[in-house]
């Protein structure tokens, strides 16, 4: 079966750091992505991380473990702005250019 | 450079109904996705199109939902009978025909309410 799982909901102090963890259990896996979704709003690619280690991309950074199943989202220097559920999902073989398997998000509450 | 459009923004139907929903891909894009995203759920693969073919529909339910991308036109998504079970976002998205598997570039979604 495939499975994802990642916190519900984090808060976070403006200017911190925050790291969001996500777990998967997946046949075939094949890569896995970050997405950010404001409330109401389209969901926006992050990152992409298809071998073991940290992608970095400004205050964002992504990390994997395809022997643990494990992945991170970790933002840094946070904003106001960073308040938003931040999706993650996976890729498999057998699963077709786009199917991707989401978990059910983290929202993020940065405060001031 | 326009994003992935979809319309309408929201929709109500009444049981028994139809809705339609449409997507019209980023520019340059061939490829198109829907998603649905119910309430306090993730965001859960449907179809899979490109011009005038499906390519996957292993998330579709098996009765009532078509999806088509004809060669002119946006990408429609159908939905026969609306039952309130059917009250969700739907995502469409798209992505050239090369490059990141699963770098989508989502629109910002159709909220169906069925009362």
């Known amino acids: 079966g495939q499975n994802i799982d990642q916190p519900t909901e984090m808060t976070a102090t403006e200017g911190a750091i925050v790291q969001i963890n996500c777990t998967y259990q997946?046949?075939?896996?094949?890569?896995l992505f970050w997405y950010q979704q404001h409330a109401g709003e389209a969901p926006t690619f992050l990152s992409y991380?298809?071998?073991?280690g940290l992608e970095e991309k400004g205050r964002f950074s992504s990390f994997l473990s395809r022997s643990k199943g494990y992945s991170y989202l970790l933002l840094k220097e946070l904003q106001m702005k960073d308040s938003a559920s931040y999706l993650c999902a996976v890729s498999y073989y057998g699963g077709s250019q786009g199917n991707l398997i989401f978990g059910k998000g983290t929202k993020l509450s940065v405060k001031p | 450079n326009a994003g992935v459009m979809q319309n309408p923004r929201h929709l109500v139907r009444r049981r028994g109904q139809e809705a339609r929903l449409r997507c019209s891909p980023m520019k340059g894009h061939s490829h198109v996705y829907w998603y649905r995203q119910l309430p306090e759920e993730g965001l859960k693969f449907m179809v899979y199109?490109?011009?005038?073919?499906?390519?996957?529909e292993s998330g579709m339910p098996k009765e009532r939902f078509s999806a088509e991308f004809p060669k002119e036109g946006p990408s429609i998504l159908r939905i026969q009978q609306v039952v309130r079970g059917d009250s969700a976002a739907y995502f469409c998205?798209?992505?050239?025909?090369?490059?990141?598997?699963?770098?989508?570039?989502f629109g910002e979604g159709s909220r169906l309410t069925v009362l």
């Open positions: 997946t046949s075939g896996f094949n890569g």
């Open positions: 998205a798209s992505s050239p025909g090369q490059g990141k598997a699963g770098e989508l570039f």
């Open positions: 199109l490109q011009k005038e073919n499906i390519i996957d």
């Open positions: 991380n298809v071998l073991d």
